[in-house]
């Protein structure tokens, strides 16, 4: 497709969205995300040659919230290779994101990267790896957005922090089977920070070209292997949308990642990225709006993969 | 590729798999499935324009046990559309297929088609549509292989019958909970009659070419909607090699389903369709060299797409 | 206490209950349960010199439903001593009497004896050793009350038969482990019969005397060791009450076995037994007009050996 | 009995148990459990009108560790009555007593008491209640007692406190379902102190008359209504020792409670309470020279009121 083809693509994702805009619950665990506008929504493609497309609000930020999972990983992987494998699974699971039941029942190996408690043991081994993992992630976006303003929202952060027992239970669970390098509070001082950037749709799909070019950054430099850059868009299809991955997998066909803060990104493999957000999510915690912007993005394209 | 191409790439697979026929266990809890030789070993790939390209044994017939599932939820929902969603989910799981603990926990809904429970309610619902569910399932795959002496090995239904006491705990607790339309020795006699089906991988290769094909069948007619082609080729990528499905997507990065009888079938969406066959099983139930041939497939081909 | 003395006791606790009366829900899971009056009342105690005191309809005829399990399990501990113990245990459980959850966890050996899975395996025993579970429940009934009628209700059998599905899916899971003796459906068939004695409170407080006399039958024959009969105590204690028990423990305070059907049979060790009949039981499937009625008879004797 | 037969039981229960002595495996999980001599072990009876008997190093103080709960629950119900039956069930578990299987099931309402979580709460409702939780379990046990020196050993709740990561993942999880009062490092600091005090069997056996004494202090004033105190016996009859309670009561047919550091508490109601201690706990972590040592007794006096 031309570009001018994708941005009419891009409108038509927009116009094909806008009757589920509103719909869904705006999370509000903690106050900032609850303060969001429920009817914002917008949507960004950038194609693996760097230029992106937006329609609607695609340039305003909102927060990442656990889609900054999918930097961490890749950043650990692109440090460690497969280390990381022997402190967290790659299976999907049926459970809910925050399940402390089958983390128990693996003796403290979470099941994937993606649930909060694989997400938590990835942020650790980065904590490790670089000394300061928000900030890894932070310099990962900036380098591959250009921008170098990209931040956290401390607010949100401060929220992350003070409503977190739950992430807390969690990671002291890890912690009491041995699977922590890092004292808990440190690893989640980081982990709540990487949860609240502040990104917009087109800086966002900017920012995961690299898993749409297998592996290789805007500067041309590798971050992932193109085995371990399928096996992320792997992990994204199987995992990256919490427990409803299968229905997305069904009807969208693309690795996806969500975040409770309304954002889905998409990823097809050697083409481009897709972002779409709106804040109203599901009881799954995923966009309804976003989800519906990449079906439409799908059925628009055909470029589901599957 | 070209038919010599990918003659050439049979034979590279064939190669590369070498090392590991013979290795993992042959499963042993009917005699008739322990009694298959584990140094076997086939591979086939069936293209798009209907041409079959195999190495090693790859026209020995071999129990297609789990692979059935596949066949049997495509033909329901070809029937019925998006009914059979209702019975059961969509979702990928982390516990075993057999496991009791989530069809409690979700009142008798399986998860996904592809897990035991989720497969003998699919079977179920062929039962009701057509009267005949084993047959149904032979019909088409007799059909698309061409050949119509495809068949039950009546030794392995019978050992299946008489070992049967997990699936009958299953599908009496799907029972219990309402979700069962025919008396549960009904439907576990077609279940154990589909399971032990017997078919070569040319001929499973040839059998689902409709799923590579965007849900057209061999003589032209459509089984499936392109979207239920495309989902079911979804939940193979999520939920067709057991609870290692995850660990699958991640290596080999293809829809797959495997049978404990150790064939792996593999869908590569508008290309071809790719089946390997060694008896030797992991402790998840997936073969061994099979497992290896499919990963050699892709690496040698470049054809995941993710 | 004279005997004047437990008769008036006997007429406090109806007085004391009746304001519960009527309250709960009876169990409509089978027809015949379902028909029953749910006004109906009453309580009898029998001491271990063999006299009884009754009183509401205290002569009146319920379904035992899983009163018997008590019966059962003294029968197999008679004959077998400590064997029993190796296919089940004597935990109590927070789950649900009908869970598959625990059973799978446990790999087939069911948490105790009163748990519906431990009480098949009780059966499963009984008709192992006797050649006739039902017959042997029903012969100790028979001795132990003089009544040579006592029998089973050929249809609320029958609806056990037809509504057994969990009863099926638990007994094929344990059978499946490798833990039962006789085909399911054999045992499953003594099992929904011993479920369907139809007994008065005064015939059931006679029957279960031989737990308040530590083991010793009404013809001075030792059906349980001591040792046994206080086990059995203390099982009841703890497993008596579905996943109530705790609370019951609390609130009354004496070894206590209960019945859907609405029958709770309470032992006070070395003196007597009392069984109150409501036919509302609460969610857990305890009846709450007998519950309130031994709440009453422990607090008007001051008998809990607490 | 008399005094002299008291201590005649006492020296044949100490006889009895002395070839276990030895038995099991000291807990280790801090240094200083683990510093302790396996062939340590003592015995004591204390009878309700006050007078104590022991035998072996029945005045050797040990870690009291879990059989404090049995202390911070009496205070609780003292205070609040009925109030803390909110936060904390009555029931028994099949589940271990640092799950968290259960507690995420529940919603952060423990199962009872004596589970970790459920003393965690208790103990956070003693601290709200009092002010100082720490301290007002060790005031009522240097009143009881007459001990004016019985205190925390200081370097076993350092331990506790460097080790706990379970219990902090325990507390969280409640915390999160919005089941604590107070912040969670504070309930823990008083948890872990309460759970190191060091008492003998002897003083142990003083400190818990008031169950004996059906609610009633050493002074004559009430601690516990009679029907508290006879529901704590209930709970300790059905949670007292861990997830072996039911084996337990079926053994031993005491009110117990169980602490890792080797002791356990029982109770006669109306007659006595016995304290055994020897540091080698089986691997539910129960003692068991102590287990024997309870079993004896109850054969040699039959005192159990099953």
Redesign the interface.
């Known amino acids: 497709m031309s570009a001018t083809d994708y941005q009419d693509v891009v409108e038509r994702v927009v116009a094909a969205a806008r009757p589920y805009v509103g719909a869904g619950k705006v999370a509000d665990y903690i106050p900032s995300l609850g303060e969001v506008d429920p009817n914002r929504f917008g949507f960004a493609v950038a194609t693996v040659d760097g230029r992106v497309h937006g329609g609607g609000e695609s340039a305003t930020p909102f927060t990442i919230e656990s889609i900054s999972k999918l930097f961490a990983l890749s950043l650990v992987l692109g440090h460690d290779g497969k280390e990381i494998w022997k402190r967290v699974?790659?299976?999907?699971?049926?459970?809910p994101f925050n399940?402390?039941?089958?983390?128990?029942?693996s003796k403290g190996i979470p099941?994937?990267p993606f649930v909060n408690p694989g997400a938590i043991v990835v942020t650790d081994q980065l904590l490790h790896d670089t000394g300061d993992a928000y900030g890894a992630i932070r310099a990962l976006l900036r380098a591959e957005t250009g921008d170098p303003q990209l931040h956290v929202d401390a607010v949100t952060a401060h929220s992350e922090e003070t409503t977190g027992?739950?992430d807390?239970?969690?990671a002291?669970?890890v912690?009491?089977f041995g699977n922590m390098l890092n004292p808990?509070p440190e690893t989640l001082n980081h982990y709540f920070r990487q949860c609240s950037i502040m990104i917009s749709c087109e800086k966002l799909a900017l920012a995961a070209l690299f898993l749409a070019r297998r592996g290789v950054r805007a500067d041309g430099s590798r971050l992932l292997s193109e085995e371990d850059a399928?096996?992320v868009?792997?992990?994204m299809?199987?995992?990256g949308t919490y427990?409803?991955?299968?229905?997305f997998?069904?009807?969208v066909?693309l690795?996806c990642k969500s975040g409770v803060g309304g954002g889905i990104l998409a990823v097809v493999?050697g083409r481009c990225t897709a972002v779409a957000w709106g804040p109203g999510v599901d009881d799954k915690g995923n966009s309804v709006s976003a989800a519906a912007a990449l079906e439409a993005f799908v059925k628009l394209t055909g470029l589901?993969?599957?």
């Open positions: 699974g790659q299976e999907p699971t049926g459970d399940s402390l039941i089958p983390l128990q029942l099941g994937n027992n739950r807390r239970a969690l002291y669970l912690a009491d808990v399928r096996g868009n792997a992990i299809l199987t995992c427990n409803e991955a299968g229905e997998a069904y009807r066909g690795p493999p589901s993969p599957l």
